[in-house]
C-alpha cells in the first residue's frame, strides 16, 4: 500500500523567511502533484512534476521531484502572510489512466508577522 | 462561475438516513472524480468517471455508497443508511484528459455531519 508522509505536520514561520516542506513516498511514481487549501475552501492546484529532478517555481514556492530518492520538496522563500495554508503532496498511481492520488497528512503553514 | 460546483455545501443528517449529493464539473470535463477527506487527513480517492461510465471504485466506497453520471455531465453520490463513520468532506473533482498532464479542479466540497 502507497504510504505519503509530509513533514512538518504543523509549520509555524515567520514572514520573509524560508522553509522547505518534505514529502517521501514509498512506492515508485513518476508523478507527483502539490496542492494548496485554505480553510473551507477548495484545493487549489500549485505544481505538476512529472520527471526525476524535475524542477518548478511559481512565485515565492518551487517543487522539485528526486524519484529515486521519492522525495519531493516545496521550498518557500521569504515567506508572506498570503502563504498561509495547508499544503499538500499527493502522489498518482495510477497507469496512464485515472489519476487516482494518494495524498499526504498535509502541512499547516502558519506565517506570522 | 466556470469552476467546479458541488451542493450542497453542508448536509447534517441522522444515522440510518439517506443522503444525496450533487457535483457539477466544468463544462466539457471528461473525467470527474469523488474523493473523501476527514478532519486533518488528505483527501482519498473514491471514484472516478470517464464520460458516463464508472471505471474505478476504491475498496473505501462500501456498497452503501453509490455513485452516477448520467449522460456524462453532473455527477451524484448517494450514501444510503449513514453512519457516523461517513461524516467528512466529499469533494469533486473534474479534468480534461490530455495524457500524462492530467490537472483536477477540486469543488469546494460537501461537508457531511451524521448525528
Known amino acids: 500500500e502507497l504510504k505519503v508522509e509530509q513533514n512538518p505536520l504543523f509549520l509555524s514561520m515567520q514572514e520573509g523567511k524560508n522553509y522547505t516542506i518534505y514529502c517521501n513516498y514509498s512506492t515508485t511514481s513518476d508523478r507527483l502533484y502539490w496542492y494548496r487549501q485554505d480553510p473551507g475552501k477548495s484545493l487549489e492546484s500549485l505544481f505538476v512534476?512529472?520527471?526525476?529532478?524535475a524542477v518548478k517555481q511559481e512565485g515565492r514556492l518551487m517543487a522539485s521531484l528526486d524519484t529515486k530518492a521519492r522525495l519531493s520538496t516545496l521550498h518557500i522563500t521569504a515567506a508572506v502572510h498570503d502563504l498561509s495554508a495547508t499544503y499538500f503532496c499527493a502522489v498518482d498511481m495510477s497507469t496512464g489512466t485515472a489519476s487516482k492520488l494518494t495524498f499526504g497528512t498535509g502541512t499547516r503553514l502558519q506565517v506570522t508577522l | 462561475d466556470t469552476g467546479v460546483s458541488q451542493d450542497p455545501r453542508h448536509k447534517i443528517t441522522k444515522r440510518g438516513q439517506n443522503v444525496t449529493f450533487r457535483c457539477d464539473p466544468i463544462?466539457?470535463?471528461?473525467?470527474l472524480y469523488w474523493y473523501r477527506q476527514t478532519l486533518g487527513q488528505g483527501p482519498e480517492f473514491l471514484t472516478y468517471?470517464?464520460?458516463?461510465?464508472?471505471?474505478?471504485k476504491s475498496r473505501l466506497l462500501s456498497d452503501r455508497f453509490s455513485a452516477e453520471r448520467p449522460k456524462g455531465s453532473f455527477s451524484t453520490l448517494e450514501i444510503q443508511r449513514t453512519e457516523q463513520g461517513d461524516s467528512a468532506m466529499y469533494l469533486c473533482?473534474?479534468?480534461?484528459?490530455?495524457?500524462?498532464?492530467?490537472?483536477?479542479?477540486f469543488g469546494s466540497g460537501t461537508q457531511l455531519s451524521v448525528l
Open positions: 473533482a473534474s479534468s480534461f484528459y490530455r495524457g500524462l498532464n492530467e490537472k483536477l479542479f
Open positions: 512534476l512529472l520527471s526525476n529532478g
Open positions: 463544462s466539457e470535463h471528461n473525467r
Open positions: 468517471f470517464q464520460n458516463e461510465a464508472q471505471l474505478e
